[in-house]
């Protein structure tokens, strides 16, 4: 992948705006004439009717849908309050609306009342009796404790830091990785493998008994794989694997996560040629991990992946995901339009996706 970003712009901060009338999957419009700006997250905050008030409960209506298969609630309105996909940990719950935007890299601004959550067990049909999951459920139906999309959030371009209580800074402004200094005609810019405990500069002791050794010179950086690891495994700790080959949960890689048993294949993988490009997309929803066929370099390996964000008023799905080109996690055009739609750069190398 070629291009340089020599800087990023600075965040202005939560914004709050007045009500907006959006719905899931719902963004506004995307423009191709974007000057430099900054990266803004909004929180709207609930929208008249979506709120799901306490005296509606027990009066929600559970239906099952399939390809692929999951499981609706619908609130005593009929308007759907959640979907739990069979064999994925992964949860989509309507919340309050949010505006994810990136001014110094695109015009889109995904405005969404989705809100990605990790269940502690993956769904099957019926679980809604379990009492895991009416636990579950009871905690985070309401809430507007961070998710996986406001965990994204917190990498974007002039992001915050954020410190636990040791001192270490486990979220704010991220990099893709260091300059490649080896000088290669036509190499990659940036150098690759900088997993989320790079970017945190701590060691990270995986469940295999392997321990993940940071490098100084990849300190705050995460490569498209290592963002996903640290935005699904570190902060929604969701099971990591310490390679492609030795655990159980996340693998390191792009193609490793492609190509492992974790979650459900919404887009299965057919092939990495051209022609192998899934024919639709409509199965997709926010929250899932898309893996794209970059560099022919690499051979039959997978190269990159993202995670689906939402939809823009113009009906085209946007996805973020950490470039080399812009030099970190983004939601920007830099490099290729950010859609899973049409025929633009990331588009026609969509090879597959899957709902963790």
Known sequence: ?????????????????????????????????????????????V??????????????????????????????????????????????????????QEPSATRSKVSTTDWVRLMP????????????????????????????????????????????????????????GPLNTGGAEGGDLRLEQSDFYDYLGIAYPFRDGVVGQPEAVRARSIDCSGYMRMVLGYRARYPLMSSDASGDGLPRTANGMARSKAGVDILPLTGVAAEDR??????????????????????QRLDHVGMVLGYDTEGHLVFISSREEINGPTIGDIGGVSRLDGNGYYAKTLRSAKRL
């Open 278 to 299: 899934p024919s639709a997309i409509d199965q997709l929803q926010p929250g899932d991990l898309v893996f794209f066929k970059l560099d022919q370099r690499t051979g």
């Open 121 to 176: 067990e993956p769904w099957s049909e019926g679980a809604e009796k379990e009492k895991w999951f009416k636990e579950w459920y009871a905690e985070y139906a309401d809430s507007k404790e961070d998710d996986i999309f406001a965990f994204a959030s917190q990498y974007l371009a002039g992001a915050p830091e954020k410190k636990d209580e040791q001192g270490v800074v486990y979220a704010g402004d991220a990099n893709f």
């Open 47 to 100: 929208l008249q009717g979506s709120g799901k008030a306490s005296q509606d409960r027990g009066q929600e209506t559970w239906s099952r849908l399939e390809n692929p298969a999951r499981s609706v609630l619908r609130g005593a309105n009929g308007k759907i309050e959640a979907v739990f996909t069979d064999g994925a940990r992964t949860a989509t719950l309507t919340g309050p609306a949010r505006t994810f």
């Open 1 to 45: 992948m070629a291009g340089k970003k020599k800087s990023r712009p600075v965040l202005s901060g939560l914004v709050v705006l007045g009500l907006v009338a959006t719905s899931g999957y719902l963004t506004v419009e995307l423009r191709k004439d974007q000057q430099p700006g900054v990266t803004e997250v909004r929180n709207v905050g």
